[in-house]
Every structure is written in C-alpha cells, then in structure tokens.
C-alpha cells in the first residue's frame, strides 16, 4: 500500500516539475511516506526525520514532509515535535500535494493537511514517466477497513473501507500493461470485501475483468481475511489462468481465545478448514500468513497453539511480528502484558519453525521447471563465482507461487541476450536457499508426438 501510494507522490511531484535524485544531500525536497503499523516503523520515521535536521542547517530552503499514516495519526504534533518540518499531509491528501508544495514556496509556511476525502478514486494513478514503470505493478482497489481488529491502528489512520470504481481500476490497468507491465498486485486491506458495501461489482467478478486485459500475463492480489475467504475465490484460482498460485492469508495466532480477542471473528478450525478447501481444489497453491506473538494475555498454551497451527499448515513463508501497542487500538487498554523479553523469545522459536517449512517448500522445487516473468538485471558481477558463466548478466523473476528465482543469462551488454524484462522464461530449479532459489532458464519444445521437451537457451 505504501509502495503504490509513494508511486503516487512521485507522480503528483514529478508533474510540477520535482525530478528524483538518489541522493539525498542534492534534494531541494524530501518527502518520507510513513507507516505507523507496528511501534518500530514509526520510531524509524521519527529517527530518519530528526537526521534531517543537519541536512536543513545547511540548506535552508529545503522543504521537508511528512505523509502516510504516521502523518495522519499525528497530525500537527509532529510539527512540534519536528521543528523543521514544513508539512504534515494525510493518507487521502496525495492529490493535494502540488498545491500544498506551491504555498510552502511561495509563503514559507508550515502546513498540516489531514482531512479525510470521501472519494477513493481521488488518487487515480496518472502517466508520469512510463518508460521507467517496472513489469510489476501495485494497484490500489480499494481503501481503508471496517473489520477493528483490537490491534491494528489502520481503521483509525485509514478511515473506512471503500471500493475503487472497477472502470478506473480496469482503466488503470490497461494503461499500465499499454506501457509494458506484465503483473499486477490488487491491493485491499481486506479484498474479499470489495465493492460489497458500495453494490459494486464482487472481488472475483473484478479479478474476471482484469484477466481479460490482454497483454497482462499474471494477476496477484492481497490481503484476504480469513473470515471472508470463500468457495467463489477458491474456484477464482482454478478458472482464472492469470491468477497466480499464491495467497496471502494472515491467521495471526493460533489460539480460540487470542483470536477472540483479536476480534478477528474467525476460529483457528474455520481457518483450518479454509486452507484444507483451498489446498484441495489447487495442490499446488502457496499460502504465506502473518502472525502476531505476545499479544496481551497470550499464555504459553495460546502460544504453543500457534505452533500447532503452524506445523499443520506449513506455511509457504510468514510474516511475523511481537505485538505493539498502537494508539487508539483497543489491545492497547487490554491488561496483562506480555514482556518484552518473552515476546522476542517466542519470535524466535517461532521463526526458526518457519524457516524449516519455507526451507522444505524451496527444497521440493529442485528439479522443477517453473514459469517466471524476467523482472530485471543486476548488472553488478560477482567476480570469481565459480558458477557464474563468463559475463553472465544475473537476472531475477518469480514463480506463480511468488517465490523468487535469479538465474544467469547473456552477456552485460545485452547484445545476446534473449531474455528482456518481462518475458515470460522457462527456469528449471537446482538450488534451493533460505529465501530463494536459482535455476537455469530452458526452452520448452513441442516434439514430435506433440509432447514437451526441454532444452538449455543459447546465452
Ligand atoms: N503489533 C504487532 N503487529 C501488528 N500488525 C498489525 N498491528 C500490529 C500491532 N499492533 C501486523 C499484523 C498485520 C500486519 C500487516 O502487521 O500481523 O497482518
Ligand atoms: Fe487491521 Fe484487521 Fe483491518 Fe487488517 S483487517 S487492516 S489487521 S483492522
């Protein structure tokens, strides 16, 4: 959401004539999208901002924002705890940004904008520079939640859920495959509730329309909430060819009474029997999660259900994290706890389960030829790599499954290479680590008999 809402800034900025530069001493303008999710990305933002103070001394006329949620949720605060901060502008103010920018100029104030706006569509990505758009791309489908669960700040900092129009969204889309994007990543706190409340179209009536976008080969989406994962999206996998073989599903905790008080509105059974549902229409489907430890009151049986949980489902990866009080969560006032201390120690040895399952799950590719679109190079060469053939250029990609593959291929001035961002390659595994796997690309051949063959592609 961050990434694609960035993507936003960028482009209102680059349209009143801002242009990028990796170098941060060089900015005349520097803006931090925040996040306030968890405690520790939002101290990150407040440290990053307070370094800014030195590269302000020297130049005076910098002008220094401040968005995203962190944004939101302070509002005018930040003003006084940042003086030189020159602008604090909300999560719905992105479209706002080149007139805010143009007073800071022009006036020398300081400006805090964190009005909400009824209208989702208000930040419709816009053509800013397409010959640097990547073959991948977010986009946004639906705004906010309504779901309050006990932890989260996003309902607060996000207002309420509300569904994009699925022609803007179609719109969107066409336009960014027109300039050369394979894949896209429909984003929603929580998709499965698309366009409900607004009498739209259903989240799988949207995924058909996106998949009759020509020129798109593959669709992504997330988060799904388990309470509203149902038998319409698990059929969405096996008709929707586009659709990738992955889904994120946070479960949180693996514990009745945790959940419960999690408000998440779902049972560890229901989620169970959800994914035994899904895994039986599409075997091959990777599921990855995200879990919260040492949520108030946990105990070590809430805890040690987690586990079982985990061990039931082998989740492809997770996402982990120790609970953090956020402000005006309800979890925040809930007594009982839990330490610090006993918070990282169930990190970790929950952690170190996950890694033997992502482990497993690479393991079980070895040997397997999967499709993957070329997303980029990295022209950096690792000299001396035993491995590395002579100027192979490193490239990298991911499976349907979403894990992420990097191969070797052609010569680091391009002129052999076959093989050009987004094309869609034939890469056959042989190692697999930790968090990715490396292969060789091939060609499949039709034989004779009309059955497949591999070969290796030419470097
Ligand atoms: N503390 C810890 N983790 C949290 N998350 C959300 N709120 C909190 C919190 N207060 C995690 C959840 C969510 C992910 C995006 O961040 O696991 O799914
Ligand atoms: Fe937060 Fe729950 Fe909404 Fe996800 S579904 S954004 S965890 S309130």
Redesign the pocket.
Known sequence: MNVYDSELIAIRLAATGYQQTPRLEKADLVILNTCT???KAEQKAFSFLGRLARLKKKKPGLIVGVGGCVAQQEGAEILKRVPHLDLVFGTQAIDRLPALISKIEAKRCRIVDVSMSENPDLVDAAPADPDHYAVSRFVTIMRGCDNF?T????PYVRGRETSRDPDNIVKEIKFFVDSGVKEVTLLGQNVNSYGKKEGLLSFTELLARVQAIEGLLRIRFT?SHPKDFDQDLIDAFQENDKLCNHIHL?V?SGSNQVLKRMNRKYTKELYLDKVTKLRDTCPEIAITS???VGFPGESDADFDETLALMKKVEFDGL?A??????PN?P?TRFKAKISESQKSERLQILLELQETYTKKKNVALIGSIQPIIAEGISKKQSSGSLDQPDQAVQWTGRTSTNKIVNFYHGDISGSSSNIFPGKMVQVKIDKAYAHSLWGKPVEIESTAEGLKGEKSYAA
């Open positions: 999710i968890r405690a669960c932890y989260c700040v996003v988060t946070p949180q995200d879990m919260i996402f994290f120790m609970y953090s009080d956020r969560a979890a």
